[in-house]
């Protein structure tokens, strides 16, 4: 069992940036690879950015690519999504997702945060 939190979301101006956080209790985060993914109002969720248990292999949604950074601190139990140049088509939910390797299917993520708010205004 695998229990996620994230934090991090709020509002920000288009052009702007957040740093979205998710920690897990358990020391066996280390051995997941960690995604983060987005639903908007009326849309599916949708892939956002995967690492590897080590962070030393990525991958991003070509939506996001230049823009966005996962990365992971394995002594901290946490993994990151540094966002830049934020734009109001990124408002969703976020959620972070732990899953046995790197994956862009949400279905072959096994554990999940609550998700966080993030809003991008014109």
């Known amino acids: 069992q695998l229990h996620l939190v994230e934090c991090g979301g709020g509002l920000v101006q288009a052009g702007g940036s957040l740093r979205l956080s998710c920690a897990a209790s358990e020391r066996t985060f280390r051995n997941y690879a960690m995604g983060w993914f987005r639903q908007a109002p009326g849309k599916e969720r949708e892939f956002v950015a995967a690492?590897?248990?080590?962070?030393?292999?990525?991958y991003y949604a070509d939506s996001v690519k230049g823009r966005f950074t996962i990365s992971r601190d394995n002594a901290k139990n946490t993994v990151y999504l540094q966002m830049n140049s934020l734009n109001p088509e990124d408002t969703a939910v976020y959620y972070c997702a732990a899953a046995l390797n790197l994956r862009v299917d949400g279905r072959s993520y096994n554990y999940w945060g609550q998700g966080t708010q993030v809003t991008v205004s014109s």
């Open positions: 690492c590897t248990w080590s962070g030393g292999d990525t």
